[in-house]
């Protein structure tokens, strides 16, 4: 298992190019084809410009782990979380869920979470999540067309995002012995 530099990506965007270099450095070492380097490359930059397009600030850490040609791009972030940034972070992963709302536990402090987030209320009314007990918010596909958001889904194999209170972590999985 690799895992490259934690690069930190600001919102003058100071560490981007350090973000994609250290992309680039990761395929050069796994010896990835051209095409392959050009989506792990891609993969990268709309990875953080998704974040960063969604907070409208950004204060990130980013690094890549791998596995011969299974990678993994991580991003954690943190932002002043509502209900709109909620939706479109949940909207970007393929799944459509909270990752980080898997266990019973997770699911409650979701659902508390939710109701605490500013605008939170009239989204959804507490009577919502009383009965629906599968917890399934996100039923309803949210209207916002983020070019970042489809080439994620386009290109990588997995993309999860699990929200915590004010921290977002973003995981973008690429296993490029599939191509």
Not at 49 to 64: P, Q
Request: net charge negative; hydrophobic share 45%.
């Amino acid at each position: 298992m690799m895992k490259t530099d934690v690069i930190t990506i600001d919102n003058m965007g100071n560490g981007f190019r350090e973000a994609v270099a250290q992309a680039e450095k990761a395929a050069e070492l796994n010896e990835l084809s051209r095409a392959e380097r050009i989506h792990l490359q891609l993969l990268t930059e709309e990875m953080l410009s998704l974040a960063h397009s969604i907070t409208g600030e950004m204060k990130a850490s980013f690094w890549i782990e791998n596995e011969g040609k299974n990678f993994e791009l991580h991003m954690t972030t943190k932002t002043i979380m509502d209900a709109e940034k909620r939706a479109l972070f949940i909207e970007s992963s393929s799944s459509r869920k909270n990752e980080a709302a898997k266990t019973i536990l997770g699911l409650l402090r979701e659902v508390v979470e939710q109701m605490m987030t500013p605008a939170a209320a009239s989204a959804y009314p507490s009577a919502f999540y009383l009965s629906n007990m599968n917890f399934d918010v996100y039923k309803e596909p949210v209207m916002w067309d983020g070019y970042e958001r489809s080439i994620l889904l386009k290109v990588a194999d997995d993309v999860k995002v699990a929200i915590r209170g004010d921290l977002v972590e973003v995981t973008v999985i690429k296993n490029f012995e599939n191509n």
